[in-house]
């Protein structure tokens, strides 16, 4: 059925490498949002995304939106300590809610 | 603060217990949602409601049963419930059911459940 995919799953990196995590569905969105989760936290809204091609920043991390809008990326710039926790994209799937991707968990080792 | 509170943070029960989950959201919403998150599935819709009637049911279990009074909070009952059960139970709260621009999901900060 539809649904939003979302790779890696987990990712180590060491503080200061970037970061990128990608958000991939089989069909047009008509707009995407991203949230973070902290550890034992709960997810907060970062962005939505709504036109072809979109680019948004926030300081260090960068949000695209893809073309066809079916994918979605957040890059993060010389990850921090602080960016740690998981990254979720979250998709419409029908006209009354969002389908949230897995997840990609971020560890960054100081 | 997220406008959104839950109660309990961390609840223990028996599996031939009865309990509650109770959601309360301050933002002016019309919508109200229960997700449930495990290590196997991240992030679950169990229910939606917008104006207090029940939109969405996602095939749960009936030892899961939701209750909205009105459109501020929102309670899920536990009954008889599985050890694999256990899990985050996070409520969530946006303007409208909608999934248009704008109308982004603001979650609580959640209800540990422990079944043993």
């Not at chain 1, 893809?66 to 006209?95: M, R």
């Not at chain 1, 969002?98 to 080792?109: A, D, E, I, P, R």
């Not at chain 2, 109200?32 to 917008?50: D, G, H, I, N, R």
Request: hydrophobic share 30%.
């Amino acid at each position: 059925g539809q649904q939003v995919m979302q790779i890696p799953q987990y990712q180590h990196v060491q503080e200061g490498e970037d970061f990128t995590t990608y958000c991939n569905s089989s069909t047009t969105l008509s707009n995407i949002q991203w949230y973070k989760q902290r550890p034992g936290g709960h997810p907060v809204f970062l962005i939505q995304l709504v036109k072809s091609g979109e680019v948004k920043k926030q300081k260090r991390l960068t949000f695209q939106f893809g073309e066809a809008k079916k994918n979605s990326s957040l890059h993060i710039t010389a990850t921090q300590t602080t960016d740690v926790g998981t990254y979720f994209c979250a998709g419409p799937i029908n006209f009354n809610k969002f389908y949230f991707g897995s997840g990609t968990k971020l560890n960054v080792k100081p | 603060e997220t406008g959104v509170t839950q109660t309990p943070r961390h609840l223990v029960m028996g599996m031939t217990n009865k309990k509650s989950l109770k959601c309360e959201q301050h933002l002016g919403h019309n919508a109200m949602y229960w997700y449930k998150q495990s290590a196997k599935k991240p992030l679950e819709l169990m229910f939606v409601y917008s104006l207090e009637e029940r939109v969405e049911n996602n095939s749960v279990p009936s030892r899961f049963s939701p209750e909205c009074p009105n459109s501020s909070h929102l309670f899920l009952h536990l009954h008889t419930l599985q050890p694999e059960d256990s899990a985050l139970y996070l409520c969530a709260s946006s303007q409208d059911t909608g999934t248009g621009s704008g109308n982004t999901i603001y979650f609580g900060e959640g209800s540990w459940l422990t079944v043993v």
